[in-house]
């Protein structure tokens, strides 16, 4: 099959189109003919650092995709040769990930693609949903009526997340870095868009929330945008983070507004081998395909690449200032795939 690979940790180049055998089913195993792959940033961190499990090499990329189950173990009571799938499994070392033609998943992690959306648009879909639906409903157990910060609202993590909270019932502000960004989460159905390169983060959330702050905020940037959302959020309140907590955040403040912190990292289940995460992850993306044949959801894709163009598809994510996501079209797409 073809695929890409990795031998060491480096720059873009390091990713080789190259030729492997076809992996094998195992008996709770779904062998999946991949159409599609999404990129995401966590793809570039492990690229340039190196692996969950550094032993592991040479290694195939990327985490998420969608595409057509091939065969299926004998344990597997779910799904049948022919289903369309996606998923969100692989690509951290301790097994093959998606930048490839073929993928065995355990049958946990997978749900039938939604019918509305073709291959591309699922590919990019199950990592960006399970982290958020996973900060804003498990971590900061939201719900109708609140007040919700998320940042980054054109980004990959964001434009979902934002759109979550929406059909949650809450109210929604976010951040973005231009006009044109500002239009597109207007869309989505957002309150307030605060241009941070212009406006102060902290002091408009403080004048849409008549000083109170926000019941939840949900931190995709890290670092000063993190220290910004303390003053920012109500006291007994939650801010969810995707990143390392800074090393100078104000422990004192957060303490003497009871602020809750919540860590966010979807890979937890895959790196340590939970059956029963793996399970909520395959029941979020299951519950996901409802809102997108409903039309409550829909997933933003910027550019996609073939197969062959990983490393030109990392270049462009490393460029910075990404609206979306990207994704490789392993697979020659026809539309009668998708019907």
């Not at 995401?40 to 961190?45: S, V, W």
């Not at 929604?172 to 605060?194: F, M, P, R």
């Not at 003053?231 to 090393?247: F, K």
Request: glycine share 8%; proline share 5%; aromatic share 6%.
């Amino acid at each position: 099959m073809r695929a890409v690979i990795m031998n060491e940790p480096g720059l873009p180049d390091v990713l080789i189109p190259t030729e492997m055998d076809k992996p094998v089913c195992g008996d709770g195993e779904v062998l999946i003919q991949i159409m599609a792959a999404g990129i995401n940033p966590i793809d570039t961190k492990l690229r340039e650092r190196g692996l969950y499990f550094p032993d592991a090499l040479p290694a195939i990329l990327g985490c998420d995709g969608a595409g057509i189950v091939e065969k299926t173990g004998k344990d597997v009571t779910r799904f049948q040769p022919g289903d369309p799938v996606y998923y969100c499994y692989g690509g951290l070392g301790q097994k093959a990930g998606n930048y490839a033609e073929y993928i065995v998943v355990p049958e946990p992690y997978v749900a039938m693609k939604p019918d509305c959306i073709d291959f591309v648009d699922a590919a990019a879909a199950p990592l960006i949903l399970i982290t958020a639906w996973e900060a804003l409903f498990d971590r900061a157990r939201l719900s109708s009526r609140q007040k919700v910060l998320i940042h980054a609202g054109a980004g990959g993590v964001g434009h979902v997340a934002i759109q979550l909270a929406k059909l949650a019932g809450c109210e929604v502000a976010t951040t973005v870095s231009s006009t044109e960004k500002a239009e597109l989460v207007k869309t989505l159905g957002v309150d307030l868009a605060i241009n941070y390169k212009q406006e102060s983060v902290t002091d408009r959330l403080l004048e849409w929330t008549d000083g109170v702050g926000v019941d939840v905020a949900f931190d995709t940037v890290g670092g000063e945008a993190f220290n910004q959302l303390v003053e920012a959020t109500r006291v007994y309140g939650d801010i969810v983070t995707i990143l390392q907590v800074p090393d100078n955040a104000d422990w004192k403040t957060i303490r003497l507004r009871n602020i809750r912190i919540s860590q966010e990292l979807m890979l937890t289940p895959m790196v340590m081998e939970l059956e029963a995460a793996a399970e909520h992850h395959g029941d979020i993306l299951e519950q996901c395909s409802q809102f997108f044949d409903q039309q409550q959801l829909s997933i933003f894709v910027s550019d996609s690449f073939p197969l062959e163009q990983a490393e030109e598809a990392h270049r462009l994510i490393e460029a910075g200032n990404m609206t979306g996501k990207i994704v490789l079209e392993v697979q020659q797409i026809e539309d009668e795939i998708n019907e």
